[in-house]
């Protein structure tokens, strides 16, 4: 039975093998953000931002993959969506140069390098 269901989780460590399912609720997560709020796309921005910062934390933490390419690719990609995501709230306004963008941009990249420096801790 292990064997055939490898493709699912031969890919993590083995004290992760979980970590497909938390992928796929990660999915799920964000198909249930855009249809309960899709009037309204700021806080649709706003929780898919939280929904990332939980899976970009968790996954610099734990470094599910067995090849450390893998997490690292995972990890870049987080921070790509992320970024695309806080670069689409600003600039998809009218009133982007609203001061309270700029402080939501800084707060990013302080989380974000926390997170690096969280993720440097890791053996």
């Avoid at 064997?3 to 990660?26: D, E, M, N, P, V």
């Avoid at 899976?55 to 610099?60: F, I, L, P, W």
């Amino acid at each position: 039975m292990l064997k055939r269901y490898k493709f699912i989780y031969g890919r993590f460590r083995s004290r992760y093998q979980y970590w497909a399912s938390t992928l796929l609720f990660r999915r799920v997560q964000f198909a249930i953000i855009l249809v309960l709020f899709s009037s309204y796309p700021r806080i649709q921005a706003g929780l898919a931002l939280f929904v990332l910062a939980l899976q970009m934390s968790k996954q610099a933490k734990c470094e599910p993959f067995l090849k450390k390419s893998l997490n690292d690719l995972e990890f870049s990609c987080l921070v790509c969506l992320a970024f695309q995501i806080v670069f689409g709230i600003v600039f998809s306004t009218p009133d982007w140069r609203h001061p309270i963008y700029a402080e939501v941009g800084l707060l990013f990249l302080l989380w974000y390098n926390m997170t690096l420096a969280g993720a440097g801790t890791n053996t």
